[in-house]
T-cell receptor, first 114, second 115 residues
Framework: DAGVTQSPTHLIKTRGQHVTLRCSPISGHKSVSWYQQVLGQGPQFIFQYYEKEERGRGNFPDRFSARQFPNYSSELNVNALLLGDSALYLC?????????????FGQGTRLTVV | DQQVKQNSPSLSVQEGRISILNCDYT??????FLWYKKYPAEGPTFLIS?????DKNEDGRFTVFLNKSAKHLSLHIVPSQPGDSAVYFC??????????????FGKGTKLSVKP
């Protein structure tokens, strides 16, 4: 069974540019969450989507947006990139939005902003 | 303000001995706790979890203990193996809406198990 897949694995962008990161959840999983992991820190919650609706949002500026498609895949968009956006972006999927369902993470997209 | 704290950035233990990783939290609304393991260049992998209605959960070599009054949990690995060498993250969630998407992570503890 395929796990959570993210693309691309690595990306280099220039300040001010826009970036789109993609995530395909585990088959059958309807919830997708996005996390940002800066070096030396734990992952920080950005968004959760369930059944194509935003169900949670972390403390991130409006430059960050996301959406979920009918096939439950998801995109994370970041506009007007800043140097501080350089991080590992992790996507996690879970079967539903109920308690006691652990999130399964992809390997992440390493974004470098120069 | 960090709601989940892992105060030990690193831990080194001998193969075969016990590894104890600690985690403290401040938010009394947290009612579900998870441990993830992360190898370099990989995403975090779920290890074990515990609900706030329990004080212990065991899965093979891994046991998680929860002390709600102290807002403290720990992960015990017995016996430790070299393959356990990784960064371990403690995470917590609050039960509002039952969402597992909004996990609050600690900064992680790097475990090194020496042969």
């Amino acid at each position: 069974d395929a796990g959570v897949t993210q693309s691309p694995t690595h990306l280099i962008k220039t300040r001010g540019q826009h970036v789109t990161l993609r995530c395909s959840p585990i088959s059958g999983h309807k919830s997708v969450s996005w996390y940002q992991q800066v070096l030396g820190q734990g992952p920080q919650f950005i968004f959760q989507y369930y059944e194509k609706e935003e169900r949670g949002r972390g403390n991130f500026p409006d430059r960050f947006s996301a959406r979920q498609f009918p096939n439950y895949s998801s995109e994370l968009n970041v506009n007007a990139l800043l140097l501080g956006d350089s991080a590992l972006y992790l996507c996690a999927s879970s079967p539903d939005i109920l308690m006691n369902t652990e999130a399964f993470f992809g390997q992440g997209t390493r974004l470098t902003v120069v | 303000d960090q709601q989940v704290k892992q105060n030990s950035p690193s831990l080194s233990v001998q193969e075969g001995r016990i590894s104890i990783l600690n985690c403290d939290y401040t938010n009394s609304m947290f009612d579900y706790f998870l441990w993830y393991k992360k190898y370099p260049a990989e995403g975090p992998t779920f290890l074990i979890s515990i609900s706030s209605i329990k004080d212990k959960n065991e899965d093979g070599r891994f046991t998680v203990f929860l002390n709600k009054s102290a807002k403290h949990l720990s992960l015990h690995i017995v016996p430790s193996q070299p393959g356990d060498s990784a960064v371990y993250f403690c995470a917590a969630s609050a039960g509002y809406g039952g969402s597992q998407g909004n996990l609050i992570f600690g900064k992680g503890t790097k475990l090194s198990v020496k042969p």
